[in-house]
């Protein structure tokens, strides 16, 4: 029998978030993103708090969510453990040439697809504030299979 969690069960897959406000901008690793309506096309995102994305979000009122390609697993340490705060993240990936623009957000040349979404609302949950979200405009970017929290335990990235 799994000695795993049963929220831990289940294989989620793993977006970036792209954010900014006035002259910053920064992205981050997000799973708990869920669509919740067809029509219109609503998802909700849960943000951790204290982080530079989610002072991007709340003042600007929209991101982009970023669908993460499987051969993208290298980004979790840059955006899934470094602070916003206290790390130019968008600086390190220009560098890196990773980088283009969509809608005026920094995206991941290599993601899968990206999504515009427009914050209808915010809510207290818990670790994270929750954001019901209306999609604006979407674009597949590349072919490929999307990156999974299966493939970062494979990867022993992470720890669940």
Same mark, same amino acid.
């Given at each position: 029998m799994t000695?795993k969690k049963p ?7 793993v ?7 006035e002259?910053?901008?920064n992205m981050h ?9 067809m029509?219109p096309?609503r998802?909700?995102c ?5 982080t ?9 009122g929209?991101f ?11 980004l979790?340490? +840059?955006? !899934?453990?470094k602070s =916003? ?8 990936l220009?560098?890196? @040439?990773? $980088?283009?623009?969509?809608?005026d ?7 899968l697809a990206?999504m515009h979404?427009?914050v +209808?609302q !915010?809510?207290?949950? =818990?670790?994270?504030?929750?954001f019901l979200?209306?999609l604006?405009s979407? @674009?597949? $970017?590349?072919?490929g299979?999307?990156?999974s929290?299966?493939d970062l ?6 720890r669940?």
């Amino acid at each position: 029998m799994t000695r795993k969690k049963p929220w831990n069960r289940v294989n989620l897959p793993v977006y970036s978030c792209s954010s900014k406000s006035e002259h910053n901008h920064n992205m981050h690793m997000i799973t708990y993103v869920t669509a919740i309506s067809m029509n219109p096309k609503r998802f909700i995102c849960g943000i951790y708090y204290n982080t530079q994305t989610l002072s991007n979000i709340e003042a600007s009122g929209e991101f982009v969510l970023q669908v993460l390609s499987d051969q993208q697993y290298k980004l979790v340490d +840059l955006l !899934g453990r470094k602070s =916003g705060k206290t790390t130019d993240k968008i600086r390190i990936l220009n560098k890196r @040439k990773e $980088l283009t623009t969509w809608k005026d957000f920094n995206v991941l040349i290599n993601c899968l697809a990206v999504m515009h979404l427009k914050v +209808l609302q !915010g809510f207290d949950a =818990g670790d994270h504030k929750c954001f019901l979200c209306e999609l604006v405009s979407y @674009k597949n $970017l590349n072919d490929g299979n999307a990156l999974s929290l299966d493939d970062l335990r494979k990867r022993k990235l992470i720890r669940i």
